[in-house]
Antibody, heavy 119, light 113 residues
Framework: QVQLVQSGAEVKKPGASVKVSCKASGYTFTGYYMHWVRQAPGQGLEWMGWINPDSGDTNYAQKFQGWVIMTRDTSISTAYLALNRLRSDNTAVYYC????????????WGQGTMVTVSS | DIVMTQSPDSLAVSLGERATINCKSSQSVLYSSNNKNYLAWYHQKPGQPPKLLIYWASTRASGVPDRFSGSGSGTDFTLTISSLQAEDVAVYYCQQYYSTPYTFGQGTKLEIK
């Protein structure tokens, strides 16, 4: 079935970097945009940006420009979210989510990856 | 950025009763060239990712029960659950995908009275 499976939880120190993966299955990976959404503990949802897996083009929310990088590897149907120069307030669950074809509502979500930043 | 504001912040409804959640956008999310509202609704249960319920403001996503319905246009939208079931307890979010950055409402916590 259609699903997105993300990599496991991470614990990092301030200033470190982390790379979260999102493996797609059950559909044509290059046919749908992939979005990343952040949720801090007990908080709401925050869109970070999208990547077009076909072209590699990206669109980042201004807030995240300069410290996140979205990439993909089409050979293994996997999208990646790299976070640099981590701070404690970056502690959150990071979700990948597929953009519904023809719109950018998010119809399939990964299970989420908890990234904890702590010294 | 388009600001999405939901009301109420929390809601308690008896089983079998109607639940209504409102969402207002700071600018219209109706795209005139195709007459579609770029508005979605999700719910999120504890420990789970969000689940898409409604897109294009009123189209139910695949597999979503017909007790869920969406309405509204322009800047004002409503999600209605016609007969609340125990499994509907969750936090509900609206989201605009009209323009980036795509933005969500702050969430409405729905509980059983």
């Amino acid at each position: 079935q259609v699903q997105l499976v993300q990599s496991g939880a991470e614990v990092k120190k301030p200033g470190a970097s982390v790379k979260v993966s999102c493996k797609a299955s059950g559909y044509t990976f290059t046919g749908y945009y992939m979005h990343w959404v952040r949720q801090a503990p007990g908080q709401g949802l925050e869109w970070m940006g999208w990547i077009n897996p076909d072209s590699g083009d990206t669109n980042y929310a201004q807030k995240f420009q300069g410290w996140v990088i979205m990439t993909r590897d089409t050979s293994i149907s996997t999208a990646y979210l790299a976070l640099n120069r981590l701070r404690s307030d970056n502690t959150a669950v990071y979700y990948c989510a597929r953009g519904l074809w023809g719109s950018n509502a998010f119809d399939i979500w990964g299970q989420g990856t908890m990234v904890t930043v702590s010294s | 950025d388009i600001v999405m504001t939901q009301s109420p912040d929390s809601l308690a409804v008896s089983l079998g009763e109607r639940a209504t959640i409102n969402c207002k956008s700071s600018q219209s999310v109706l795209y005139s060239s195709n007459n579609k509202n770029y508005l979605a609704w999700y719910h999120q249960k504890p420990g789970q990712p969000p689940k898409l319920l409604i897109y294009w403001a009123s189209t139910r996503a695949s597999g979503v029960p017909d007790r869920f319905s969406g309405s509204g246009s322009g800047t004002d939208f409503t999600l209605t659950i016609s007969s609340l079931q125990a499994e509907d307890v969750a936090v509900y979010y609206c989201q605009q995908y009209y323009s980036t950055p795509y933005t969500f409402g702050q969430g409405t916590k729905l509980e059983i009275k």
